[in-house]
């Protein structure tokens, strides 16, 4: 019998093929408690703005992240009412804290830089 709590093999390998990359797992607990610019990701994974997108965009296509524009920018955040975020949470919520990424970044005057 399915519980709520279960999630669909297929649903969460694919979850969890997007979550095997590192940068995007640690993306992912990033944007868990903030929301980010890609100007901001750019310059906290040193990594191109296409490459950053890119990340984003296999991210977004399968819903776990959403995003607002704000003016010109778009921010980025976890989608909360995706089907499987309380999949997705447990995932994150035994990764190690990522907001010193962002700590850091504004101590170099670099955080939401572009807006």
């Known amino acids: 019998m399915e519980t709520t709590n279960s999630i669909e093999i ?13 940068t995007r797992l640690s993306m992912m607990k990033l944007l868990q408690t903030n929301e980010c ?11 191109s703005q296409p490459s950053i997108s890119q990340h984003l965009r296999k991210l977004k296509d399968i819903g776990l992240v959403k995003e607002k524009r ?14 499987h975020y309380d999949f997705l949470v447990r995932i994150l919520d035994s990764l190690p ?6 700590i850091e970044l504004e101590k170099q005057g670099l955080r939401i830089s572009c807006c």
């Open 37 to 47: 610019c890609v100007c901001e990701l750019v310059e906290i994974y040193d990594a």
């Open 97 to 102: 804290n990522q907001d010193e990424r962002l």
């Open 10 to 22: 297929e649903k969460a390998a694919q979850i969890l093929k997007l979550l095997g990359d590192k």
């Open 70 to 83: 704000k003016g010109q920018w778009i921010f980025y955040s976890i989608n909360q009412t995706h089907e």
